[in-house]
Nanobody, 115 residues
């Protein structure tokens, strides 16, 4: 079955960096777009970044210039490099993909940015 497993979250000071990774299995990874969403307490889940099957990225305005999404089709992983983190970036970060009409989500990884 489809599995998405995130890792790399943690506590970091404002201005610091973290790299999140998502290990995917159960589908032909290279054929599908992948995305990262986040959800802060009391807020709706929001799109952070997506990367197409061909490797083209797109970002939410709030993270442009600070976050970089990438994929490694040989390792079936999608990464999110987060630089110059701000307290407003604190959230649970989820890896996701859509296969036909079904959406799949990982369990999430917590990111906390202290001021």
């Amino acid at each position: 079955q489809v599995q998405l497993v995130e890792s790399g979250g943690g506590l970091v000071q404002a201005g610091g960096s973290l790299k999140l990774s998502c290990a995917a299995s159960g589908f032909i990874f290279r054929l599908y777009a992948m995305g990262w969403y986040r959800q802060a307490p009391g807020k709706q889940r929001e799109l952070v970044a997506v990367i197409s099957s061909g490797g083209s990225p797109d970002y939410a305005d709030s993270v442009k210039g600070r976050f970089t999404i990438s994929r490694d089709n040989a390792k079936n992983t999608v990464n999110l490099q987060m630089n110059n983190l701000e307290p407003e970036d604190s959230a649970v970060y989820y890896c996701t993909t859509s296969l036909g009409v079904s959406n799949y989500w990982g369990q999430g990884t917590h990111v906390t940015v202290s001021s």
